[in-house]
Structure formats: structure tokens, C-alpha cells
T-cell receptor, first 111, second 117 residues
């Protein structure tokens, strides 16, 4: 199975908050990331968090990291229709150079 | 942020021909570039890690003779799909890390959609 797991779908109404969850299994993760992929496009880095941090906030985005439970979440406040996309969480491991991705969560924002 | 340019954005080729995809880091030096493949509605699968001046390291199950990777300079890596078949049709994405920064963000190209007919 996946080392990094995400739920596949999330649907919210415009203006509501969205919370996308991710779990990982390797405790040696150093950085954890959230990427956004719009249809037919590459990946856009939204934010990342170092593994010794609990929270990071950047405008409408809030990342929470629970290292004990190996749980990462991305909260999007005041979700807009333009936020509709696939969101991938990813990790890099200590000593490694590549990244491991979750399967992606498709966020649908309804007007 | 740093920019990674991938070219072409899309390509259609005939079965049996070869296709080359370029990945360039425009404003930084990338000692390491990564090539990913994405199947519809699925996550990214790492195909290979490409280090400047040395042979690429392929992930298990990826045919190195079919997916030729060249990383001749600190700003350019190429992926050549040789003797392409319809099952090679996919979305290919490259990413690059700056030479002096490891374990931080990787910058992604915009991807190349390959369709083999």
C-alpha cells in the first residue's frame, strides 16, 4: 500500500473551510509538503512544514502536523471555486533526496 | 520561487517512434532531477533520479532501456521514451532541487502529456 495515505475526494461549499488529511508512516520524515494540481497541469507547491514544527499558517492555508500520530492536515479557509483541484501531500526522508506522494485528494468546491 | 520549464507540454507520436522530453531549471542549478509518471486519477510514480554527470537511478520496474535519461548539465535533464507504445501514454512530470539545498522543496515542471497512437 501507499506509504503516504489520503482520502480521495472532498466536497465543500464555497465559503466553507476545507480540511484535507494525510497520514504517513515513516518517522524519519524531514519535510512534509502540500502540492496543488489543476487539471492538465504540473504541481504547484502550496506550503511545506519542517518535521519539528506543529503548525504553519500562510494566508488562507493552515498546516497542522501531529508527529506522534504521523498525521498532516491542510486547512483552506474561505474555500473558493478556484481552489478546486487535486491536493497531494508528500514527504522527504532523512538522507533521501526524492519525495513520496500520497494518491491525492480531489477537492470539489460547489457554489 | 525557482522555475522549472518542461517541454513540450503535450506530444502525440506514432507507435514505435521515440519522444524526447526536456526539463530545464531556469534560474538555479539542479544537481538532481526527478522524473515522475502520473496515470489518470492516480498519484505520481517516481521513475528515476537523475544526477548531473552520472547515470540515472531507476526505480524498480522501470525499464532503463526504454526510458533513457540524460542529465548532461546542471540545468538540463532529458527523458527519451524509446519505441513508444500506447501503454506509454501518460503524464510525465520532472522536478529539480537546487544544488545546495537538499530535503527542501522541489520545483516541478508543468508536465508533458504524451499520447501514443
Amino acid at each position: 500500500g501507499e506509504d503516504v495515505e489520503q482520502s480521495l475526494f472532498l466536497s465543500v461549499r464555497e465559503g466553507d473551510s476545507s480540511v484535507i488529511n494525510c497520514t504517513y508512516t515513516d518517522s524519519s520524515s524531514t519535510y512534509l509538503y502540500w502540492y496543488k494540481q489543476e487539471p492538465g497541469a504540473g504541481l504547484q507547491l502550496l506550503t511545506y512544514i519542517f518535521s519539528n514544527m506543529d503548525m504553519k499558517q500562510d494566508q488562507r492555508l493552515t498546516v497542522l502536523l501531529n508527529k506522534k500520530d504521523k498525521h498532516l492536515s491542510l486547512r483552506i479557509a474561505d474555500t473558493q471555486t478556484g481552489d478546486s483541484a487535486i491536493y497531494f501531500c508528500a514527504e522527504t526522508l532523512l538522507g533521501n533526496n526524492d519525495m513520496r506522494f500520497g494518491a491525492g485528494t480531489r477537492l470539489t468546491v460547489k457554489p | 520561487g525557482a522555475v522549472v520549464s518542461q517541454h513540450p507540454s503535450w506530444v502525440i507520436c506514432k507507435s514505435g517512434t521515440s519522444v524526447k522530453i526536456e526539463c530545464r531549471s531556469l534560474d538555479f542549478q539542479a544537481t538532481t532531477m526527478f522524473w515522475y509518471r502520473q496515470f489518470p486519477k492516480q498519484s505520481l510514480m517516481l521513475m528515476a533520479t537523475s544526477n548531473e554527470g552520472s547515470k540515472a537511478t531507476y526505480e524498480q520496474g522501470v525499464e532503463k532501456d526504454k526510458f533513457l535519461i540524460n542529465h548532461a548539465s546542471l540545468t538540463l535533464s532529458t527523458l527519451t521514451v524509446t519505441s513508444a507504445h500506447p501503454e506509454d501514454s501518460s503524464f510525465y512530470i520532472c522536478s529539480a532541487r537546487e544544488a545546495v539545498r537538499v530535503n527542501t522543496e522541489a520545483f516541478f515542471g508543468q508536465g508533458t502529456r504524451l499520447t501514443v497512437v
